[in-house]
């Protein structure tokens, strides 16, 4: 084994993967399994999770698809005893089941008076009880292996105010709250093994947003203009460029490192605007 695969190799870690139907989460997947990690897939639509793992597999990679609710503990349960069962251990958790609803967005002629408390409980819930419930469940896992690494997803709209996703914003800030307090006390109370940190996109199209950036016609809304304005690269992020910051916080390349949030954003989270 050569340096470099010391340092970021994934050979035969064991990653499952939340919201592993989705684009962002399956792109990351297939890095993993070239990096020589067992994927497992988990989505609440496990025709999206079997489906990119087939894909994996024609690559040559090893994953796996299922169905699972990372809002239901018991079922979380569930799904990581059967994992653990056929492989004996789970070292990697990426948290990146998440979404957002229309009703807990202030369209351009609205107003914060105008947010639908339902719709914003439910994203509220989705993004960070998505995130709490499966990092209970599998670090619960970590803690009696003594190592692991959990990665959750914080967004650029954690970090200032972006207009109209109020409540995918909130929960998102509380993603990176919870982050910091995760690595603190996996690290005290059971391994130094253990570590949990999160990436933050910046803005990347997927399917969730795409109506929002793009145009029917394929030409840019007005709002991804702001969006490209203040973002120094000038352009959005592709997919594939989460993967290289997944598989240094999980490798030994970062060893040393917990409790951060890097972000992955082309330069918006450092530019002023001006």
Not at 16 to 32: D, F, K, N, S, Y
Request: aromatic share 6%.
């Amino acid at each position: 084994m050569n340096y470099l695969n010391q340092l970021f190799g994934l050979e035969g870690k064991v990653a499952v993967l939340t919201g592993g139907g989705g684009v962002l989460a399956a792109e990351i997947g297939r890095g993993m399994a070239q990096a020589g990690a067992i994927v497992i897939l988990l989505d609440i639509r496990e025709e999206n999770a079997v489906k990119t793992a087939e894909e994996i597999k024609k690559s040559g990679g090893i994953a796996v698809g299922m169905a699972s609710n990372v809002l239901d503990k018991a079922n979380m349960e569930e799904v990581c005893a059967n994992i653990v069962k056929e492989y004996g251990k789970v070292d990697i958790l990426l948290n990146a089941a998440g979404g957002n609803q229309p009703g807990a967005t202030i369209g351009p002629d609205q107003t914060i008076f105008d947010l639908e408390l339902d719709a914003l409980d439910k994203v509220t819930s989705l993004n960070f009880n998505g995130s709490v419930i499966p990092s209970l469940v599998f670090g619960k896992q970590m803690a009696e292996q003594g190592e692991g690494n959990i990665i959750n997803i914080s967004s650029m709209t954690a970090y200032q105010a972006i207009t109209r996703v109020v409540g995918y914003s909130a929960s998102k800030a509380a993603i990176t709250n919870f982050t910091t307090w995760m690595a603190t006390e996996m690290a005290k109370k059971f391994s130094d093994k253990i570590r949990v940190n999160a990436i933050a996109p910046g803005f990347f199209i997927g399917d969730q947003n795409r109506a929002l950036l793009i145009n029917e016609d394929g030409s840019l809304t007005p709002r991804s203009k702001d969006i490209l304005h203040n973002t120094p690269m000038n352009r959005f992020g592709e997919a594939a460029e989460l993967i290289g910051a997944v598989i240094y916080l999980v490798s030994p390349a970062a060893s040393f490192v917990t409790g951060t949030v890097l972000p992955v954003d082309g330069g918006f989270s450092i530019f002023s605007g001006v």
